[in-house]
């Protein structure tokens, strides 16, 4: 890493959310008083080694596992706490209920602290859109956050870190993508400068430093079908106005199909002619409309990302949905093509009691 960029000053360590220390049976033999000495000595070890290499280069590592560390009555916590700069960070809503004067009585200890706020990616591990007011909000609510601790517990803070994440760890799905998300890093920056965001701020970030003809979406529930903008990325973010067009229309047109084209239809193999034809109606609109959304999304990624990141979000997202109607357009076409009668009630193969059998499973030792 420090090979790859010659010119850095700043290096984040990571080490969140370690919990799994000392958990292998191998570990009972090595030599360490607990998992918090084992964590204390590894991360200590690897930033001395990062200083020898660079010595004038500031070193992070997040928060949540230092919390409990400090004033722990460990004689070693002293030296890594000279040698790393903590960023404190929570993407909540509102950052002044998440950390209580304890937290900062704390951190008041170390030299400096950074936190990290967010633009993207930390609203679900199935988000599609970075909405802007939960980013804004917490944006927001840091500066506030950062204004009283300064003075009642005098942490010294000295920067912020926006921080955008594309998935919640590597076996997970993509998230919300970059280029939709600039509104978001615009309003989260904007905030910093100002401290708020109020009704001719927004009107300004969205026209003038956006270029957009309307102010953009700050919550889902806004119904809005179009918006055009000119910001680096303005095709990707346009295309997810456009997902949330095709979404509720499909939920539309599949809430009025399922009425008609039940489980039960598909498995016994019969129709409602005149209901199956306005399902019909339906679908083959959304189809066409699908359609044209799987090519100019896979389109539009290509300026911005390599094939691949197009292809994984369509099958994350879009793909079953797309196939789903297609399974119902084939059905209802074939039997409105080879229907000529129906079957009788009580329907057949259909009268048995449905039985049901706990499945055989494995358990699994992780040891």
Same mark, same amino acid.
């Given at each position: 890493?420090?090979?790859? +960029?010659?010119?850095?000053? /700043? ?11 000392? &958990? ?17 000595? +590894?991360?200590?070890? &690897? ?12 070193? $992070?590592?997040? +928060? ?40 900062? @009585?704390? $951190?008041?200890? $170390?030299? !400096? ?11 679900? =591990?199935?988000? #599609?859109?970075?909405?802007?007011? +939960? ?22 803070? &000295?920067? *912020? ?14 998230? =919300?993508?970059?280029?939709?998300? *600039? ?43 179009? *918006? ?6 303005? !095709?990707? /973010? ?34 409602? /002619? ?12 959304? !189809?066409?409309? @699908? ?24 099958? #994350? /997202? ?6 789903? &109607? ?6 209802? !076409? ?5 229907? #000529? ?11 048995? $009691? *449905? ?13």
């Amino acid at each position: 890493m420090l090979s790859a +960029h010659s010119s850095i000053s /700043y290096f984040h360590m990571g080490c969140d959310e370690v919990y799994y220390r000392l &958990v292998h049976p191998q570990c009972a033999n090595l030599n360490f008083r607990d998992d918090a000495d084992l964590f204390i000595r +590894h991360v200590t070890r &690897v930033a001395k080694y990062i200083k020898s290499k660079r010595p004038a280069i500031k070193l $992070f590592i997040w +928060h949540d596992m230092l919390s409990q560390l400090v004033n722990s009555g460990y004689n070693n916590i002293t030296e890594l706490m000279e040698l790393i700069v903590p960023m404190v960070w929570t993407y909540v809503d509102d950052v002044k209920l998440w950390f209580d004067d304890g937290f900062w @009585m704390r $951190f008041s200890m $170390f030299r !400096e602290v950074w936190v990290a706020s967010s633009f993207k990616g930390s609203s679900g =591990e199935t988000t #599609t859109m970075s909405y802007i007011a +939960h980013h804004q909000r917490n944006q927001q609510t840091w500066l506030e956050t950062m204004y009283i601790a300064s003075n009642r517990h005098k942490v010294n803070f &000295v920067g *912020i870190a926006i921080t955008g994440w594309s998935r919640y760890d590597h076996m997970l799905s993509l998230c =919300e993508l970059l280029p939709s998300s *600039i509104p978001s890093l615009a309003y989260v920056l904007q905030t910093i400068v100002y401290g708020y965001i109020d009704y001719e701020k927004n009107l300004t970030i969205s026209t003038s430093l956006l270029g957009c003809d309307r102010m953009p979406l700050w919550e889902k529930a806004m119904q809005i079908t179009f *918006i055009s903008c000119s910001f680096p990325g303005h !095709e990707m /973010y346009e295309m997810m106005y456009q997902y949330d067009t095709i979404l509720r229309q499909y939920e539309e047109a599949m809430s009025f199909v399922r009425l008609f084209i039940t489980d039960i239809h598909l498995r016994q193999n019969y129709i409602h /002619y005149k209901r199956s034809q306005e399902c019909l109606q339906r679908l083959v609109y959304l !189809e066409d409309q @699908m359609i044209y959304f799987i090519s100019a999304f896979q389109h539009v990624c290509l300026n911005f990302f390599t094939p691949d990141i197009g292809s994984e979000w369509l099958q #994350t /997202y879009f793909m079953r949905k797309f196939k789903e &109607v297609q399974y119902r357009i084939n059905f209802i !076409e074939r039997r409105l093509t080879t229907q #000529t009668s129906w079957p009788q009630r009580p329907l057949p193969n259909n009268t048995a $009691f *449905i039985v049901v059998k706990r499945r055989n499973f494995t358990t699994i030792n992780l040891s």
